[in-house]
């Protein structure tokens, strides 16, 4: 980590971290090795704590075995996503407002940024259909404690970027990791092509 993270992030201006910005692993040691070349997006960050949820790690269970009302309007793959380490019983949806759809401060509605909205799962999915052009479910979240996360970045563990809207439905067939890197300034677009495994290089 300390090639990538040491001597390129620590490097760079990045924004600071809130509410509806990505946070991007470096390559070889995401989240400790459990989730390798992860994009994060932040939903809350305080004093208190930070809470976020990986957007990137698709589970084996579909969304019809578990939650069967929610199936027709999730996003391809219509799959549970893993949200993170902590939580595990926690079930949450992130959900994208179509264009030109005002949110109107629906109450079960939470704007995090630009189209980017959490949905409660006490909703009935086809009170908002209509208004979104997908929802993702994912299982767990990730929490900091005070100042814990503003430590990571500022050891380099972390890369703090704008999220946009079509990062949250990403179809199974795109790499997450590598579009984000690939749309941020020199040089983080060359590192797109780092392997998965370094030993295929």
Same mark, same amino acid.
């Given at each position: 980590?300390?090639?990538? #993270?040491?001597?390129? &992030?620590?490097?760079?201006?990045?924004?600071?971290?809130?509410?509806? *910005?990505?946070?991007?692993?470096?390559? =070889?040691?995401? *989240?400790?090795?459990?989730?390798?070349?992860?994009?994060?997006?932040?939903?809350?960050?305080?004093?208190?704590?930070?809470?976020?949820?990986?957007? +990137?790690?698709?589970?084996?269970?579909?969304?019809? +075995?578990?939650?069967?009302?929610?199936?027709?309007?999730?996003?391809?793959?219509?799959?549970?996503?893993?949200?993170?380490?902590?939580?595990?019983?926690?079930?949450?949806?992130?959900?994208?407002?179509?264009?030109?759809?005002? *949110?109107?401060?629906?109450?079960? *509605?939470?704007?995090?940024? +630009?189209?980017?909205?959490?949905?409660?799962?006490?909703?009935?999915?086809?009170?908002?259909?209509?208004?979104?052009? #997908?929802?993702? =479910?994912?299982? #767990?979240?990730?929490?900091? #404690?005070?100042?814990?996360?503003?430590?990571? =970045?500022?050891?380099?563990?972390? &890369?703090?970027?704008?999220?946009?809207?079509?990062?949250?439905?990403?179809?199974?067939?795109?790499?997450?990791?590598?579009?984000?890197?690939?749309?941020?300034?020199?040089?983080?677009?060359?590192?797109?092509? &780092?392997?998965?495994?370094?030993?295929? +290089?």
């Amino acid at each position: 980590m300390d090639l990538f #993270g040491d001597r390129l &992030y620590q490097a760079l201006e990045q924004s600071e971290p809130e509410p509806g *910005m990505l946070l991007v692993s470096d390559p =070889i040691d995401g *989240m400790g090795g459990v989730f390798p070349r992860s994009i994060l997006l932040l939903l809350e960050h305080s004093d208190t704590h930070s809470m976020a949820v990986v957007l +990137n790690q698709r589970s084996d269970v579909a969304v019809f +075995n578990v939650l069967p009302a929610w199936a027709e309007i999730a996003a391809k793959p219509p799959a549970v996503f893993i949200g993170g380490m902590h939580e595990q019983r926690a079930v949450s949806a992130l959900g994208v407002l179509a264009k030109g759809v005002p *949110m109107d401060d629906h109450p079960d *509605m939470l704007r995090v940024a +630009n189209r980017i909205v959490r949905i409660a799962m006490s909703e009935d999915p086809g009170s908002v259909a209509h208004m979104l052009e #997908g929802v993702r =479910i994912f299982q #767990g979240l990730h929490f900091w #404690g005070p100042g814990e996360l503003e430590e990571e =970045i500022a050891a380099g563990e972390w &890369y703090v970027t704008p999220a946009l809207p079509s990062d949250v439905l990403t179809p199974g067939n795109e790499d997450l990791w590598v579009n984000v890197l690939r749309r941020q300034p020199m040089p983080l677009p060359l590192f797109a092509t &780092y392997p998965e495994d370094i030993g295929d +290089n």
